[in-house]
């Protein structure tokens, strides 16, 4: 069933919207410090009472960020209204004060539910035994039919989402069991175990059509639990909504079925917040538009993976700038174009670098049209090799000037070298990929298999295969002839230049490259010294609307 939350203010979205709908999940992500917090607290305060028998039932029960997780040893004992009642006011007396389940201030102020949850969990199992035991006559025994309580899908849910260890009931008490070991109290839980025991609890006591507001709910949870925790609590509680405030971009990231907006910050005046909807038309990775309306700071797109020491080296090199990981060369390309379409959800310019590869000028002026920006170096591995980069690890590795001009001589040769023996190949890469890029730039019309078969012919003879070969071979030539080590790492496609770099200096690999990284990082020099190798952002960015 279709929901809609009301906001405070309109977004700031092309087409403004007042109400976010969605169906049983909404997350809405920002970063530290847009107001995030402070937007849920409004959310809680505001929203309506619902249509319920209970005149106090309010349709959001928001759980705060700054909540207890301390496990009492034991739950009271409580008719199932009043304990019911007691959790709806977040176990702050007989009043909610300022609309809000905590005492105090309702941001900085603590959540502390858990005796109320506990009470409510077995004021439930009660209600339902007496009135299981009730519906049965005196007289001759009768079949009872049994009702699973809630302490009872708690256990079952727990030992499917922690396996190997149990939930036994004592009276009043909750005790907890590992692989068959001695029962011991709930209260030497884990801070992920009572968190995970807290959230269950919670979703099976909030009533038909009620919202759950969980603030930071990756808070405490191992990332293999968080999934799979939130993915089992929507599922057994259809009947109930879920609205998650995170700046936990992964875990926004895995609500796939959710719809997302971002708090990109908060006037205190009003208050009034800078919100939007992320778009669902995007065609790159969720995980990656989060990451980027996340952030504040102009970005770039690289090639690779997050985490690799590529990623370090343009993290240290633009630090200023927000790095993302986009994969491939084409995922590059593709984010930058998105997130140009989508320019009015961000602050930040965009714009992507990727190795230079085999691409031509021509290619590379229309890249640079579209924001993509080409190292000038044939792959990121080339930086590390390059010379600024070599004289810097050469210096920290206490070689005087002479003695690193004569490796680096020595690291050129050996470079030349490896173009060299690898000549026939290179050229041949270069110029396949210049066939293939003119090929499919190709306009082939036609309106039978004939015409198709001609358009095609034509496209591979106006394809001059020839001259993209000497081209090819020029380059490479030239750059074999000029023994300059520049032309030769632009030239060169071959991931071991940094290692012949690394071994003309007598020091490992991962050394050298931490060693270069860290220069990059700390030495304003060498990053000048660098400019032309990496790209100048502004120019890509400058081509921005």
């Known amino acids: 069933m279709s929901k809609h939350l009301r906001m405070p203010n309109a977004s700031s979205d092309p087409s403004p919207i007042t109400h976010i709908p969605y169906e049983q999940a909404l997350v809405i992500v920002g970063a530290n410090g847009s107001g995030k917090s402070r937007l ?8 309506p009472t619902l249509n319920s028998p209970r005149h106090d039932t309010r349709s959001v029960r928001r759980i705060s960020a700054n909540r207890s997780t301390r496990l009492n040893d034991g739950a009271q004992r409580a008719a199932r209204e009043d304990a019911e009642r007691s959790l709806e006011r977040g176990g702050s007396g007989p009043i909610m004060l300022a609309n809000s389940r905590i005492a105090e201030d309702g941001v900085i102020g603590t959540l502390d539910d858990f005796l109320p949850v506990l009470t409510a969990l077995f004021a439930d199992r009660d209600a339902e035994a007496i009135a299981m035991y009730g519906s049965v006559p005196t007289g001759e025994p009768q079949l009872m039919v049994r009702k699973e309580s809630k302490l009872e899908q708690l256990q079952r849910l727990w030992a499917v989402l922690m396996p190997g260890r149990e939930i036994a009931v004592e009276q009043y008490r909750l005790l907890a069991r590992r692989g068959g070991s001695h029962e011991y109290s709930a209260t030497y839980m884990s801070d992920g175990e009572r968190t995970v025991l807290y959230f269950i609890a919670h979703a099976l006591l909030a009533p038909p059509g009620v919202t759950l507001l969980i603030d930071e709910p990756e808070l405490h949870l191992h990332e293999s639990i968080q999934t799979p925790l939130w993915d089992e609590l929507e599922a057994v509680r259809p009947d109930v909504g879920f609205i998650y405030i995170t700046h936990n971009l992964a875990f926004a990231a895995s609500r796939t079925r959710a719809s997302c907006a971002i708090v990109k910050g908060m006037e205190v005046s009003g208050p009034t917040w800078d919100w939007q909807i992320v778009p669902r038309d995007t065609q790159i990775p969720e995980a990656i538009v989060l990451t980027v309306l996340g952030s504040r700071r102009d970005t770039i797109f690289v090639e690779g993976t997050a985490g690799n020491l590529d990623e370090e080296l343009y993290r240290a090199a633009y630090p200023t700038h927000f790095i993302v990981p986009a994969g491939k060369c084409d995922s590059v390309i593709q984010a930058v174009q998105t997130f140009r379409t989508h320019a009015s959800l961000h602050r930040s310019a965009v714009v992507g670098i990727i190795d230079l590869d085999d691409r031509d000028d021509v290619e590379l002026r229309a890249l640079r049209s579209q924001g993509v920006l080409a190292l000038g170096v044939a792959q990121v591995e080339n930086v590390f090799a390059s010379e600024p980069v070599f004289r810097y690890v050469a210096t920290q590795l206490t070689f005087d000037e002479s003695d690193a001009k004569a490796k680096l001589l020595q690291a050129t040769t050996k470079l030349s070298g490896i173009l060299t023996s690898q000549r026939d190949l290179i050229i041949s890469k270069r110029a396949l990929h210049s066939v293939k890029r003119k090929f499919r730039g190709a306009s082939i019309v036609s309106r039978n298999d004939g015409e198709f078969y001609s ?39 071959n991931k071991g230049a940094v290692g012949v770099a690394a071994s003309v200096l007598g020091v490992s690999l991962d050394n050298y490259r931490r060693i270069a990284t860290t220069g990059v990082r700390t030495s304003a020099s060498l990053r000048n010294a660098l400019m032309g190798i990496l790209p100048d952002p502004s120019r890509g960015a400058a081509t921005l609307e």
């Open 40 to 47: 849920g607290l409004w959310i809680e305060q505001n929203a």
């Open 455 to 493: 358009g095609v012919l034509s496209s591979i003879i106006t394809t001059d295969a020839t001259a993209a070969y000497l081209a090819a071979a020029k380059l490479v030539d030239d750059a074999i002839a000029s023994a300059s080590h520049a032309q030769i790492l632009r030239a060169l496609r």
